[in-house]
């Protein structure tokens, strides 16, 4: 079975692309270091778009207009300007209705915007310009801790790491949320309060890692001016303990934020990277990989869900568990030493 593949790695070799949806300009150079919220590319796109159905203002048939247009596509117009014009027995000419661009002409209509509009394009990480993408973007190199989540806000930071006291088993209590300034990212357990996130807000922290969250509070979460990334998902779920471990080792350094949103078909994640040079032995995994034994896994649902085991044998003829279903299994060894069967359908491999 193809299952997805979640970093939790306490040294990798990171690398990020950074791409523009359509073409546009650079404005940073091979070599130089960027924060996340530095814009790195730019782009015009168009503002309001106006149809005009020119066939019909020249009383022909739509495979007539092309002979008529005197403009192209992509010329700029100002308003009065001639479009297309007709010569036969009634002459008649088409003049632009107002400033703009020709983006596009089908069956007899045009297509022109008025106006643009600037996109940005930030860095969303602390790290190198290694590559230029021309008129697109960027690949960013950087080395150090990587652990991706589940869901995030849509939004990027950096900021210094600080560990909330009881933050592995505990649901996070606004007691427990003292001497924050705005430099910080915190990161703790559950979230199931919502006086917790706004006692964030009021102090106007960096950025939040969570376990997990409760489901009435995702709005909430989605509304906060700082990044919020859950590493596990919904519910009441403490941080797994490998997570706890890599953020506990590095409190107090500075990390990056990207909580962008969730995307399986390309395997971008909401993630945080910690920066250093701890070289350890990395294997990159790519975003998807086939469950093969020996695979280090998180089991996702269940008595042991977001303890992290390694797979001892996959078992692919369908087996019944307790929910009623019959699915592929997996038997998996978890730290305590304890064997477990899971469907394989509930593991994602931990890199």
Known sequence: MIVDVVRATSFSEIERVRKLPIPGQVLVEMGMEVNPQDVIAE??????????????SLGISPDEMTSCLIREVGDVLEEG????????????????????????????????????IKTELTANLIGTVKEIIPEYGVVL??????IQGFWGNGLAGSG?????????EKPISTSVLKDLS???????????????????????????????????????????????????????DALAQDVFEILQSHSGEKISLNACKLDHANGERPELVIHHDEEKDAKELGFRKKLEPGDRVRLM??????????????????????????LPAALI????????????????IVG
């Open 43 to 56: 782009a015009q796109v168009p503002g309001k778009l106006i149809m005009l159905d020119i066939a019909k």
């Open 182 to 236: 705005a430099d910080l990212i915190i990161a703790g357990g559950a979230c199931v309060d919502g006086d917790v996130l706004d006692a964030c807000l009021e102090c106007e922290i960096s950025g939040l890692i969570l376990g997990s969250l409760s489901q009435e509070l995702i709005q909430k979460a989605a509304g906060l001016p700082f990044p919020v990334i859950l590493l596990h998902g919904f519910g009441e």
């Open 81 to 116: 300007d001639i479009i297309a014009q007709h010569e036969k027995a009634l002459p008649r000419i088409f003049r632009a209705p107002i400033n703009g661009k020709i983006i596009n002409y089908y069956q007899g209509q045009m297509v022109i915007s008025t106006g643009t």
């Open 301 to 326: 649902s269940g008595k042991a869900k977001n303890q992290v085991g390694k797979v001892v044998e996959l078992i692919e003829e369908d087996q019944f568990f307790e929910n009623g279903t019959f």
């Open 160 to 168: 210094i790491l600080k560990m909330l006291d009881a933050s592995r």
């Open 141 to 146: 190199s950087l080395r150090g801790s990587v």
């Open 333 to 348: 060894k978890l730290p305590s030493l304890e064997k477990v069967k899971v469907p394989q359908s509930n593991l994602v």
